[in-house]
């Protein structure tokens, strides 16, 4: 007859780990011994390398022009009210107004137009998950994916109808039109509206339903916030509308932190006084205020930025790199002076004994 100590020992044996290499800890282990001579090297190899990459890339960083317009508060044409508190009473309300600005140097090579937003969370769980992918891959679907809820049917003429493009982040479709004009405030500077997007986007993640586009989305209307359909988003280039349209694909590539800026148009080069980019002097900026931000304390900018080697302007790589290479350098040669004046030789260290003094 089994006993309760027989019945512990076999509660014991089973709770045992199985009798394999990992399960009792018995893999091959390396672990590195720590001495002198090895970490003080590693500590000045690190900060030779990390400083002058560092320069180089702020050096690089510093060749980036940029001239950034914060145009939250602009006042509307020939009225002391601003834009923001305009819209704010009729969302669908157009407001426009103007903003002269100089540049003082001359911003050579390309020259790109970007707009900027602040305490905006493009990051937030659900914001980031409010998409219909298969849409946007040109498989309509008069039942878009629950995802979009609550921006996936839209009433029109008294008619629910499924939303394309649904969700959150179409919905919210950056839609101020921003216009540079030249010193006499005649002629625009001429921009691109094309290749603003990654080519990975436009080729594999967005695509247009096969024919007409107007006929292929008959039976669906536009998110609640948007002033015109998916199809007539850029009336002068026909192979911009639809999901292909690279306003949108720019604006569902969501941010990951508050303020970002995001691309919104290159200057045409090829223009007759614009090969060599935007020369110094006076400028105008034309903005249709159409997107608010107030109302989450928000902010909105204009930048106009060339590129270097490296992309845009952004000094935090390289003051990082400096940062750390002297960092290492400094912890190098303050442990170098403690190894040379309190380590022990080869000789002493062979001679201890119990009556050795500890110091």
């Known amino acids: 007859m ?6 512990s020992d076999q509660n014991v044996k089973s709770r045992r780990p199985a009798e394999s290499a990992f399960k009792q800890q018995r893999l091959p282990a390396w672990q590195p011994i720590l001495t002198a001579g090895t970490v003080l090297p590693t500590f000045f190899v690190i900060g030779i390398a990390f400083i002058p990459v560092g320069i180089g890339l702020l050096y690089f960083s510093d060749e980036v022009k940029e001239h950034v317009i914060d145009y939250t508060d602009c006042l509307q044409v020939d009225e002391n009210i601003t834009c923001a508190e305009y819209i704010n009473k009729d969302i669908m309300a157009s407001c426009v107004c103007q903003i002269p600005f100089n540049l003082s140097d001359d911003f050579k090579r390309e020259v790109y137009f970007y707009y900027g937003l602040s305490n905006y969370y493009q990051n937030h769980r659900r914001y980031v998950k409010s998409r219909d992918d298969t849409q946007l891959l040109g498989r309509l679907s008069l039942t878009p994916s629950t995802d979009c809820d609550p921006f996936g049917y839209a009433e029109e003429d008294g008619v629910r109808k499924p939303v394309a ?3 959150a982040i179409a919905n919210s479709l950056f839609n101020d039109t921003l216009t540079v004009y030249l010193q006499d405030y005649t002629e625009a500077v001429p921009v691109l509206k094309t290749g603003i997007a990654w ?4 080729d594999i993640k967005f695509q247009n339903p096969h024919g007409d586009l107007k006929t292929a989305f008959a039976n669906f209307t536009k998110p609640q ?4 359909y998916v199809w007539e988003l850029d009336p002068d280039n026909p192979e911009n509308n639809g999901f292909q349209n690279e306003d949108l694909i720019v604006w569902m590539r969501t ?6 800026r995001k691309l919104y148009r290159r200057v045409d080069h090829s223009k007759t006084g614009f090969a060599t980019g935007l020369v110094k002097g006076p400028y105008l900026l034309k903005v ?7 109302d989450f ?4 900018s204009f930048i106009i930025s060339t590129t270097s080697l490296l992309g845009g302007k952004n000094p935090f790589l390289g003051v990082a790199y400096v940062v750390v290479g002297t960092l290492c350098l400094l912890l190098g ?6 190894h040379v004046r309190c380590s022990k030789s080869t000789t002493e260290m062979i001679n201890v004994n119990p009556r050795t003094p500890y110091s």
């Open 255 to 260: 941010a990951a932190l508050p303020t970002f």
């Open 297 to 300: 304390n928000g902010r909105k």
């Open 225 to 228: 916030n948007w002033r015109k």
């Open 333 to 338: 040669i303050i442990l170098l002076v403690i």
């Open 2 to 7: 089994a006993t309760s100590s027989d019945a």
């Open 288 to 294: 249709e205020y159409n997107y608010p931000v107030i």
């Open 199 to 202: 080519n990975s986007d436009k």
């Open 165 to 167: 493009p649904c969700g």
